[in-house]
Structures are given as structure tokens and as C-alpha cells.
């Protein structure tokens, strides 16, 4: 493999660690904020709706009480709605199963959201009537989730890709003097000798490149010497000292 695929796969594994730390700090941040929404308004409807039917209780009207309830209850805010009197029995239920659409199963069982019941006394005056429940529906908790989820996916998807381009672009930069230094190696077996003049400005690269041409001088000032010899021993081999003409050889 490569030094540049190399270094991409590495800035690759970086960024999705990254991503996925981001993601699951992210995601646990918005969970515990839902799940606080969900507290949070299940007890303020307990609250209010309990103030609202105190005197129709008090008065034993259970038409009122029921029609209140169910106006409640049919916002679909909530999957449980619930008036008990002091014995432990149900006045007024309203019950509504739990089915979230346009979210992913894997996502519901992977991700837990915790809804709370909320309780409010039922009293008028001094005297206590009944406890009222109140258990949020979680579909819309899950929905703002899962959005918010492929929100930040698609947000860091695109973020990914420009962001490896521009690291695939300056990489190629950073590493064309490796390339010309090759080059330059190979020149240099076919006894070419070719000087990089264009310097890098990475430290180390530099210095390679510096070392490689100091290196490309040695060699062809060691070649040229080389040939220097041989043809001054051919000379002597084949040319006679006193005319200059070739000998008997």
C-alpha cells in the first residue's frame, strides 16, 4: 500500500471515531433532554387537568369529569390518562397503545426512551378525592430523535466527503516531492543525472530532497572521475608516448 493511501485510510479511521464519538454524545445529550420534555409535560397536564376536575369530582359529576379527560387525551399527547379514587379504583382510563410510525424498529429497540408517570392529588379544599396519572406518548419524543440522528448523519456525511477531498487534494501536494524524488532515482540508475531545483517547503522533505541532490552530485562527480581513468589508461594502452600514434596494440 502506498504512503498516500496510507495516510488517507488513517485521516479516514480518525474522522469516524470522531464522528462516532460526536454522535453518541450528541444522541445521549438529546435523549436525556426528550425524556425531561416528557417528565416535564406529563406533570404539567397532571397538574392542570387535576386542578380542572377537582370541583366536578367534589361534586360527583362524572359526565364533566370524563368529558374533560377525554378532550385531554384525544390531543394524542399521551398514552395513559388515569383518575383513581382513595380506594385504589379506576374512575376515568384512557389508554392508548404505543405504536410509533416513520422511525425504524432497530432505532426504538437500540435507544430507550424512559416516560415517566406523572401524579397529581385530586382534592377540593382539605379533602383529598383521588390521584390523577399522566404518562406522555413517546412517539413524538422518538421522531424528533431519530430526525435530529439523520440530521447530524447527513450533516457530517457531507462534511466527511468534502473534507477527504480537500485531505486527498493536499496529501498529492504534499507528497509530489516523494514522486520527483523516484523519478529522480531512477534517473540516476540510467546514469541521468537530473537535479530537483524546486525545493519543497516541508522541513523534512527538504532535507530529503537536498540529501538526494547532494547525492546525484556525488555520484556523477564519481562517474566522471571513473570515466576520467579509463580513458587515460586507454590512452596509454593504445597511443605510443613519443609520436602520439596508435602502437602495436
Known amino acids: 500500500m502506498t504512503l498516500f493511501r496510507q495516510l488517507l485510510v488513517f485521516i479516514i479511521l480518525l474522522f469516524l471515531i470522531l464522528f462516532a464519538c460526536t454522535w453518541l454524545?450528541?444522541?445521549?445529550?438529546?435523549?436525556?433532554?426528550?425524556?425531561?420534555?416528557?417528565?416535564?409535560?406529563?406533570?404539567d397536564t397532571a397538574t392542570s387537568l387535576g386542578l380542572s376536575i377537582s370541583p366536578h369530582v367534589a361534586d360527583n359529576d362524572g359526565a364533566i369529569v370524563e368529558t374533560m379527560i377525554s378532550a385531554v387525551f384525544d390531543r394524542g399527547y399521551y398514552s395513559r390518562i388515569a383518575l383513581v379514587d382513595l380506594?385504589?379504583?379506576?374512575?376515568?382510563?384512557?389508554?392508548?397503545?404505543?405504536?410509533?410510525?416513520?422511525?425504524?424498529?432497530?432505532?426504538?429497540?437500540?435507544?430507550?426512551?424512559?416516560?415517566?408517570?406523572a401524579r397529581t392529588l385530586v382534592s377540593s379544599g382539605w379533602r383529598q378525592m383521588g390521584t390523577l396519572a399522566v404518562k406522555s406518548h413517546p412517539g413524538y419524543a422518538y421522531k424528533a430523535l431519530w430526525d435530529a440522528t439523520c440530521d447530524m448523519a447527513r450533516a457530517y456525511g457531507l462534511t466527511g466527503i468534502i473534507?477527504?477531498?480537500?485531505?486527498?487534494?493536499?496529501l498529492r501536494l504534499l507528497l509530489r516531492p516523494?514522486?520527483?524524488?523516484?523519478?529522480?532515482?531512477?534517473?540516476?540508475?540510467?546514469?541521468?543525472?537530473?537535479?530537483?531545483?524546486?525545493?519543497?517547503?516541508?522541513?523534512?522533505?527538504?532535507s530529503v530532497v537536498v540529501a538526494m541532490n547532494s547525492m546525484t552530485g556525488k555520484v556523477k562527480q564519481m562517474f566522471d572521475e571513473q570515466a576520467g581513468v579509463a580513458d587515460m589508461l586507454r590512452k596509454n594502452a593504445y597511443t605510443d608516448e613519443l609520436t602520439g600514434f596508435g602502437n602495436r596494440r
Open 163 to 170: 473534507a477527504l477531498l480537500l485531505v486527498a487534494g493536499g
Open 178 to 206: 516523494l514522486r520527483r524524488i523516484e523519478e529522480q532515482a531512477e534517473n540516476l540508475c540510467r546514469k541521468e543525472y537530473i537535479f530537483q531545483e524546486k525545493l519543497p517547503r516541508t522541513r523534512e522533505l527538504r
Open 25 to 43: 454524545v450528541k444522541l445521549q445529550s438529546t435523549r436525556v433532554f426528550l425524556e425531561d420534555q416528557l417528565e416535564s409535560h406529563a406533570q
Open 87 to 117: 380506594d385504589g379504583k379506576v374512575v376515568v382510563e384512557r389508554r392508548l397503545d404505543v405504536v410509533i410510525s416513520d422511525v425504524p424498529h432497530w432505532f426504538i429497540n437500540l435507544i430507550e426512551l424512559k416516560t415517566p408517570e
